[in-house]
């Protein structure tokens, strides 16, 4: 495995818990944008940290690719099916 970047940090406390921020040089390295789902691994001698599947999108931008062409307008736009009052 070669390293691309490498950085020295330190681990923190975070709660009860550890962590280590990754810097931005790091996550567009490793190609990590915020809301990706990833697995953390312990391995031989260290952990290894990988994407586990495509980033959660925001409602700012599910809104921003909706488009009412392709997704459709009102749920019953060709009418009355049945014997709905209005």
């Known amino acids: 495995m070669t390293s691309i970047v490498k950085v020295?940090?330190?681990v923190q406390e975070w709660g009860n818990a550890l962590g280590v921020r990754i810097t931005a040089p790091v996550?567009?390295?490793a190609r990590f944008v915020r809301g990706l789902p990833i697995t953390?691994?312990?391995v031989d001698?260290?952990?290894m940290v990988r994407p586990a599947g495509k980033?959660?999108?925001s409602l700012a931008q599910k809104?921003?690719?909706f488009d009412p062409l392709v997704h459709g307008g009102e749920v019953m736009a060709s009418g009355r099916?049945?014997?709905e009052k209005f």
């Open 63 to 65: 809104l921003k690719a």
């Open 8 to 10: 020295e940090q330190t």
């Open 40 to 42: 953390v691994e312990v």
């Open 27 to 29: 996550a567009r390295a």
């Open 81 to 83: 099916i049945g014997a």
């Open 45 to 47: 001698g260290g952990l």
């Open 55 to 57: 980033p959660k999108l």
